[in-house]
């Protein structure tokens, strides 16, 4: 099982960038979906998940900024950033599988990370 991740990069306060996450060697139709991310010096935390049957989990900073979703049929996740603040900047991780219940989620599956980087 692989996880590839794309769409990272350098934006500018208020801007918005979309991640990518594409699953190779199973398919992700049946398992919780997620992304998680590590600042400078932070542990990692999860930002969002959603589900099998699409119930979504948001961390509370992000809440109303982000939105995660999911194309089964393309095995992939996505994770839309919008008014981003310095605070985002992080190495972002999508993962799959394993097990999630109400905002507590283990993941089976890791991909590679992406650096977002929020700075003027």
């Known amino acids: 099982v692989q996880l590839v991740e794309s769409g990272g990069g350098l934006v500018q306060p208020g801007g918005s960038l979309r991640l990518s996450c594409s699953t190779s060697?199973?398919?992700?139709?049946?398992?919780?979906v997620g992304w998680f991310r590590q600042g400078p010096g932070k542990e990692r935390e999860l930002v969002a998940a959603?589900?099998?049957?699409?119930?979504?989990y948001y961390t509370d900073s992000v809440k109303g900024r982000f939105t995660i979703s999911r194309d089964n049929a393309k095995n992939t996740v996505y994770l839309q950033m919008n008014s981003l603040k310095a605070e985002d900047t992080a190495v972002y991780y999508c993962?799959?599988?394993?097990?999630?219940?109400?905002?507590?989620?283990?993941?089976?599956?890791w991909g590679q990370g992406t650096q977002v980087t929020v700075s003027s």
């Open positions: 959603v589900t099998d049957d699409a119930e979504t």
């Open positions: 993962a799959d599988g394993g097990t999630y219940y109400e905002g507590s989620y283990v993941p089976d599956y």
């Open positions: 060697g199973r398919t992700i139709s049946s398992w919780a």
